[in-house]
């Protein structure tokens, strides 16, 4: 039997490491575009949801994905992105063949919807896509107001 020498500090902060990893396993979102993706998994992207009287506009950061493997598509009440991030690697047939030694960014397909704030008019949706970057504008459905009618006295 060999002596060991007890680390109680690295033994703790390993076991709220592994505490944590077990408390946020179960979310469907990452917390930031980098945190929690598994090996194998694709993290999804990050959005941004803004609202105005007259449109809702989304914006995504979809890094090394290109138009071609990006589809968009919404109805009144939720926009669905769907992509794939292919690997370099594939590309590369007499290229580098050393063994990585830190391997962070991933490769693989998502699909993500967004359910909006307010009902929109899906057929003049516009999106734009440029450096990773996605916006789409979405006008708000008119909806039916009250109509105020002034009554004249006899």
Known sequence: MSVV???????TVERMRTDMD???EGLRFPLTPFQFAKEGEVRMPVVDVEEDGKQVVLTAELPGVSKEH???EC???LVSLKAEM???REEKKNGHNGRFLRKERQYGAFRRMIELPAPIEATQAKATFKNGLLRVELPKKAM???????LQFD
């Open 22 to 24: 077990r408390l946020f």
């Open 86 to 88: 292919h690997s370099e």
């Open 70 to 72: 990006l589809e968009v």
């Open 5 to 11: 020498r007890w680390e109680p500090i690295e033994e």
């Open 75 to 77: 109805n009144e009440r």
């Open 144 to 150: 039916p107001g009250e109509k105020t009618v002034r």
